[in-house]
């Protein structure tokens, strides 16, 4: 589960509905829906606000359940939310992360679902929890609680023979959900999940299930599954930087006193008693919201909401006493030791996020950093004063943290960088910013939020959080409003009065960290996967009808119109019609596989000016016209795009294109940009994850030499002129390449046309072809090897690498079946067995993956993190499931169902019309190939996926990853999987 995570005016209206005929049952059983009786419908009151752009209806039901729906059509499909209004600050200060265990505990099901024999299920239940209050009391007497633990496990055994294991996880996969998941944060507990329209009523039944009533089956493995996630915070500087900073702000808050996933001490002494006491004290109907935004009918909505959420019953819920921090006086300053990079952060404690000053925060953060035209923006990243700086804000109910982030260049001192971030915000305090800027920041803040309105999870999304915010839908409307009414003098007023000397700065430097701790193993035996039952519940859960949804799919000849600017130079159209905004892309089939040098004269571009402006003016003159540019070299492709609000298209295409054609050189800026590569390629060793998923996978797929080594040594970069870079720079409108536009601009007409505007783009008569890419041949990998590279980390990460065919569309039904099947989602075969009955991992994944382009391999990537002292279980139990996949019949119907109830919801609209159609002309492909998947993966069988799995994976020749710390890895067992060999960060980074 995850962790964290302007209107006009605003009168509220009250209406009433009068919904057709249909039954007021409030049960919670999921039985198929009767025949409406003719009787006097009920009424569903609502309000609405006038101006909003969702449209949204917020219903208070009877027990004091809110419910936001907001009708989209964009797909037949919904995101919905389950909010709870109680995080980790209403955990007991004795127990904390028992908010965020209590989500994990959501996904286990109740007394009917995820249960064959709840009775007898029951009777254990009782016995594990009484013994964990035993175990708890057991704190100073190892020897007893190591026989306590040992009665739990065995206790724990016997229970799941009756459990139905993620039987929630099933349901979900099997009606078509996407995203199921759910975080945990200071102020909220949220699930989500994207349903296809048609499920709806499978997904009350189920929801309003689950929220019924707490079961804490199968507790001590999930438990474990937490101590992995808590690992995972303790390898991260990050989330341990964060928590200091808490720490310092917040000494008598839990905002800094807990942390969401709590302390190890609470973690290894958890009480089920008292998770049951925050469940039947917050998980109550008028502390929750349901929202929903999608395809969807109000009315038809609201009467199965309350059909199966209007019996639960309401309770007071008690009310959360912020502590009163006292004031801060004088900096406060902490170190944390860590792998990773160096960086500074500092932090100002602030009003909550409701009021006034919450407000006049959020505009002080994007007058410093907005992306194009802040003061941190422009005077620290764009005149590379550091190597990278922002800043942010972690908003919450009682207090809201101001937060200024820099990691430093080559040589540079951590305090040096701290005092460049509150020099910028000393400029605020002055006033030292034009005039322009705010109106600027109000527009572009307009136009993100109408981009964002585009996704249903955006709109659910600001839905729940003006339930957590506990401010009505009207007043969370006006505050995007009232963020326009922030004048300048207001600015600096707020910003005078509250940032002085009253910060903590926490600097993280790189070293070994001496607090290093862990979550130690507990002896868990792993239990049944109990894959070929299911309760009663889901048996009268999958018979409540639902109506069959037909896909669609893209046609590229009807859905994208296509013409040519100039001879060969095609022009590929789709059209905007719901804003007025736009993108526009350049795309060429080349980048640093034909040239190492075009990162860097793609990069260069961004401190770059033309004509008479320079390149902090050229970026105002972007944010004033609420456009942006970017151009990103990739290994082959380089995409040069430009965004943002139609209306000034023509004049932000005008600067764009002198930009590229007429690029002014900057020594200066090449000779920081070269420092600051330089010391981000260091900064690239020290992290796990480019490591790991980047340098360590293409020395395995390539050898030494590879895509991702091939690079400028640091000669070559020292030696760029700034000619050579602009001169690329200015090739780039010379060469074959393919425009791309999603706007609202007629492809023909009188006026006003796409292909007029497009007259500014600047292009020879006749195109240059590509140069030749240099070629990278993959390796056969036909020896059995074990790369392992050293890393000071709690935890082990393992990828199991084996090459597959070159890349066939014929494959990729069978493909989609076998991921979905094997090791696709929480319900797949890899997470039930390794996560959810032995243990072993937190996170855990396989899947046979597709190459992206035509001509290239695919592969079978195979990962788990564990413990370290975990990795021979986690290693045996990984390379038993890829040599024998277990067979379930039901898991199979799962997987059939979870893709023909996905494809056929799925839509491929607005823009994403042509990246979809990028990506098929890359593998040759004419057509939308989910046409064979929907189609094909239907009528396969258990035994085709066995025999794809047996001449694919099964006894293919591996070459294994491993990262993770020389004092903790067993390289006894490294070695039963090959020969086992060292890599120095030098021969996979090639520096």
Not at 184 to 196: A, G, K, L
Not at 886 to 895: E, K, Q, T, V
């Amino acid at each position: 589960m995850l962790l964290f995570p302007a209107i006009a005016a605003l009168g509220l209206t009250t209406q009433c509905q009068s919904s057709k005929p249909a039954t007021t049952t409030t049960a919670t059983a999921p039985t198929p829906a009767a025949p409406a009786p003719a009787a006097t419908p009920k009424e569903y009151k609502y309000e609405t606000v006038p101006g909003d752009p969702l449209q949204a209806r917020i219903y208070k039901l009877d027990n004091g359940l809110t419910v936001y729906l907001s009708d989209y059509d964009d797909a037949p499909r919904i995101q919905t939310y389950v909010a709870v209004r109680a995080g980790s600050k209403n955990d007991p200060a004795d127990a904390t992360g028992l908010a965020h265990y209590l989500e994990h505990m959501v996904f286990k099901g109740t007394s009917r679902l995820g249960t064959q024999d709840w009775e007898k299920e029951k009777a254990e239940l009782a016995k594990i929890e009484a013994l964990y209050e035993k175990y708890r009391s057991q704190r100073n007497d190892p020897a007893a609680r190591k026989r306590t633990y040992h009665q739990i496990d065995s206790i724990s055994g016997v229970a799941a023979t009756y459990a139905v294991p993620n039987e929630f996880d099933k349901i979900m996969g099997a009606i078509g959900a996407k995203g199921t998941n759910a975080h945990t944060s200071n102020e909220e507990t949220v699930y989500q999940e994207d349903i296809p329209s048609n499920q709806i009523e499978r997904w009350a039944a189920t929801e309003s299930e689950r929220f019924r009533e707490l079961v804490p089956r199968l507790f001590h493995t999930e438990l474990e599954a937490v101590y992995e996630e808590k690992n995972r915070g303790l390898d991260s500087d990050f989330s341990k930087e964060f928590e200091a900073l808490g720490l310092a702000l917040y000494p008598t808050h839990p905002y800094g006193t807990q942390t969401t996933i709590g302390t190890i001490e609470h973690l290894q002494n958890p009480s089920i008693t008292e998770i049951k006491k925050y469940f039947d004290t917050y998980y109550v109907p008028n502390n929750v919201a349901l929202c929903l935004s999608g395809d969807l009918d109000y009315d038809q909505t609201i009467r199965l909401i309350d059909k199966y959420f209007g019996s639960w019953q309401a309770k007071p819920v008690p009310t959360f006493n912020a502590p009163q921090e006292k004031p801060i006086t004088a900096p406060i300053t902490r170190e944390i030791l860590g792998p990773q990079s160096e960086n500074v952060m500092i932090g100002f404690r602030l009003p909550g996020r409701t009021t006034r000053d919450g407000l006049r925060l959020k505009m002080l953060d994007r007058i410093l950093t907005n992306g194009q035209a802040g003061l941190i923006d422009l005077h620290l990243n764009q005149q590379q004063k550091v190597l990278e700086s922002a800043s942010f804000i972690d908003e919450n109910n009682d207090y809201s943290t101001f937060v200024m982030y820099g990691t430093p260049r080559q040589g540079q001192k951590l305090e040096d960088v701290k005092g460049l971030l509150l020099g910028e915000l000393d400029k605020v305090k002055k006033g030292d910013f034009p005039d322009w800027l705010i109106t600027a920041i109000v527009n572009n803040d307009k136009l993100e939020r109408t981009k964002g309105y585009e996704n249903n999870q955006a709109r659910a999304t600001a839905m729940y959080q003006a339930f957590i915010q506990g401010v009505s839908w009207a007043d969370y409307l006006k505050q995007q409003e009232n963020f326009g009414t922030i004048t300048k003098e207001e600015v600096v007023k707020f910003a005078n009065d509250n940032f002085g000397n009253n910060y903590a700065a926490i600097f993280k430097r790189t070293g070994k960290d001496p607090n290093t701790v862990k979550v130690v193993k507990p002896a868990i035996t792993p239990v049944p996967a109990n894959r070929e039952v299911a309760s009663e519940y889901y048996k009268q859960l999958t018979s409540i009808p639902a109506p069959e949804l037909q896909p669609v799919f893209v046609d590229y000849k009807k859905d994208i119109q296509q013409t040519e600017l100039k001879p060969g130079l095609p022009l590929y159209y789709t059209q905007n019609k719901e804003n007025g905004l736009f993108d526009l892309y350049y795309i060429l089939d080349l980048g640093t596989n034909n040239d190492p040098r075009w990162g860097m004269a793609t990069d260069y571009l961004q401190y770059l000016g033309t004509g008479s402006y320079s390149a902090a003016q050229l970026q105002q003159e972007f944010y004033k016209l609420g456009c942006s540019f970017r151009v990103q070299s990739g290994t082959d492709r380089v995409f040069v795009s430009l965004t943002g609000l139609d209306t000034n298209l023509e004049p932000a295409l005008k600067l764009f294109e002198q930009l590229l054609n007429n690029p002014r050189s900057d020594a200066a800026a090449l000779k920081n940009m070269v420092a600051g590569t330089l010391k981000a390629r260091q900064d690239a060793k020290l992290d796990k994850q480019t490591i790991l998923s980047q340098a360590m996978v293409s020395y395995a797929k390539y050898g030494k030499k590879n895509p991702f080594t091939n690079i400028l040594s640091e000669k070559e970069l020292k030696a760029l002129k700034p000619e050579q870079l602009t001169a690329l720079i200015k090739k780039l409108p010379t060469y074959e390449h393919r425009v791309l536009y999603y706007g609202p601009r007629p492809l023909r007409g009188d006026t006003n046309t796409i292909v007029d505007v497009l007259k500014f783009h600047q292009t020879p008569a006749r195109l240059t072809p590509t140069p030749p890419a240099k070629d990278f041949a993959e390796q056969p990998l036909k020896e059995k090897k074990v790369y392992w590279v050293d890393y000071n980390m709690v935890q082990a990460e393992i990828l199991f690498l084996s090459k597959g065919d070159v890349y066939s569309k014929d494959l990729v039904p069978t493909v989609a079946l076998y991921n979905e099947y094997f090791g696709g989602g929480m319900g797949s075969i890899v997470f039930q067995d390794l996560r959810e009955s032995k243990a072993l991992a937190y996170s855990a994944s396989s899947r046979y993956a597709n190459a992206d382009k035509l001509g290239r391999s695919n592969y079978v990537m195979s990962y788990i993190g564990t413990q370290s002292d975990k990795l021979p279980e986690a290693m045996a139990g990984m390379q038993a499931l890829l040599t024998d996949m277990p067979s379930a019949d039901a898991n199979l119907a799962i997987a059939k169902n979870a893709i023909r109830n996905s494809i056929s919801t799925e839509r491929i609209t607005k823009g994403n019309v042509l990246m979809s159609y990028e990506r098929a002309r890359r593998l040759g492909l004419d057509y939308d190939l989910r046409q064979d998947v929907y189609t094909q993966t239907q009528n396969m069988t258990l035994d085709e996926l066995k025999k794809f799995q047996a001449a694919k994976i099964k006894g293919q020749i591996q070459v294994i990853l491993v990262i993770g710390s020389k004092d903790r890895l067993n390289f006894k067992e490294l070695a039963k999987y090959g020969d086992v060999q060292q890599l120095s960060l030098k021969e996979i980074f090639g520096y």
